[in-house]
């Protein structure tokens, strides 16, 4: 079957990410336009797919249409949901940050707790071994650590659960004051560090670049990183700092698995510090790998243990 083909010509842009744009349609329909540059015509097939399988199984998202050709791009055409991202909301009414936080973090455990059957959506692992790929392909990095990095990947639990890839406030909608997830792209089953990782990355070390918070999630560096605390501490069920510390800790370094690849496309380090920032990636990998790859809330139940501890 032909792919339809439409214009931008005249069309509302309502959100820009690193993976794409966002356009309005109609009164009932955008389109999710892709970056050539992350994104394969065979990862929008996953898209569609992972946002089908989701929405069957009762995970609150839009549903995904058809995939269309945009000029020399593709797009995705879903459902317009009348409603603004989570950012776009605490710009209007910052006084609900913690109450958002709470409820983006019950949301992320009642995700945790959703079961797909095999093969009904992808090993989250292998997108990740999408950023390895990458690494292996900068030449930035000796193959020690490429072969390290993959280790470390196949080292997660395979686990049957769903995994968003990439939550944060940019990517929660809420409509008639209902969260429902949009951008799918990496929606997997896998271990709740997959996600844990990403969100953590966005709100806690993204965050620090001027304007990168509220470029990706509409919300200032300040409100990000308030948003985490509140965020993790629902999350884990726990107000010890002991704890929120030992999870961060593991957090910080599986973030290196996309850190290491992010060096060779970030417009945030000149090209010509590149390399020098990436041996500065690659020391701290080498220095932590050992001792992250064996920790227990990774390999055994996860942050689900961390969570389910008692007070004391």
């Known amino acids: 079957m032909d792919m339809r083909e439409i214009s931008l010509e005249g069309l509302e842009k309502i959100t820009t990410s690193q993976n794409g744009k966002v356009y309005r349609m109609n009164e009932e329909q955008i389109v999710k336009v892709f970056n050539p540059?992350?994104?394969?015509?065979?990862?929008?097939?996953?898209?569609?797919?992972?946002?089908?399988?989701?929405?069957?199984?009762?995970?609150?998202?839009?549903?995904?249409?058809?995939?269309?050709?945009?000029?020399?791009?593709?797009?995705?055409?879903?459902?317009?949901?009348?409603?603004?991202?989570m950012g776009e909301m605490l710009q209007e009414q910052p006084g609900r940050l913690?109450?958002?936080?709470?409820?983006?973090?019950?949301?992320?455990?009642?995700?945790?707790?959703?079961?797909?059957?095999?093969?009904?959506?992808?090993?989250?692992?292998?997108?990740?071994?999408?950023?390895?790929?990458?690494?292996?392909?900068?030449?930035?990095?000796?193959?020690?650590?490429?072969?390290?990095l993959r280790n470390l990947i196949?080292?997660?639990?395979?686990?049957?659960?769903?995994?968003?890839?990439?939550?944060?406030?940019?990517?929660?909608?809420?409509?008639?004051?209902?969260l429902v997830l949009i951008d799918m792209g990496d929606a997997a089953v896998g271990h709740p560090v997959i996600d844990l990782m990403s969100t953590y990355q966005l709100m806690m070390i993204v965050a620090d670049q001027p304007d990168a918070a509220m470029k990706n999630?509409?919300?200032?560096?300040?409100?990000?990183?308030?948003?985490?605390?509140?965020?993790?501490?629902?999350?884990?069920?726990?107000?010890?700092?002991?704890?929120?510390?030992?999870?961060?800790?593991?957090?910080?370094?599986?973030?290196?698995?996309?850190?290491?690849?992010?060096?060779?496309?970030?417009?945030l380090v000149e090209d010509d510090r590149k390399k020098e920032f990436a041996k500065r990636l690659n020391d701290l990998f080498q220095k932590g790998i050992d001792h992250f790859r064996l920790n227990p809330l990774v390999t055994g139940d996860g942050f689900h243990e961390l969570a389910s501890r008692k007070n004391t």
């Open 37 to 85: 540059k992350t994104t394969s015509i065979e990862k929008i097939r996953r898209e569609k797919e992972a946002a089908k399988q989701a929405f069957v199984h009762g995970i609150p998202t839009a549903i995904s249409f058809d995939i269309v050709k945009v000029g020399d791009r593709y797009g995705l055409v879903y459902e317009l949901i009348n409603a603004k991202t």
């Open 98 to 148: 913690e109450e958002y936080a709470i409820r983006m973090a019950k949301l992320l455990k009642e995700l945790h707790s959703k079961r797909f059957e095999g093969g009904e959506l992808p090993d989250g692992r292998l997108n990740l071994h999408v950023w390895a790929d990458i690494v292996e392909q900068s030449g930035y990095y000796p193959i020690e650590t490429v072969d390290g």
């Open 154 to 178: 196949d080292s997660i639990p395979l686990c049957d659960t769903f995994v968003h890839g990439d939550y944060n406030p940019g990517n929660i909608m809420i409509s008639d004051d209902e």
């Open 217 to 267: 999630m509409n919300i200032s560096s300040k409100q990000a990183k308030k948003m985490w605390d509140y965020f993790i501490r629902e999350y884990l069920g726990t107000e010890e700092p002991e704890r929120i510390e030992e999870a961060e800790e593991i957090l910080r370094f599986y973030v290196l698995i996309r850190g290491l690849a992010g060096v060779t496309f970030s417009t």
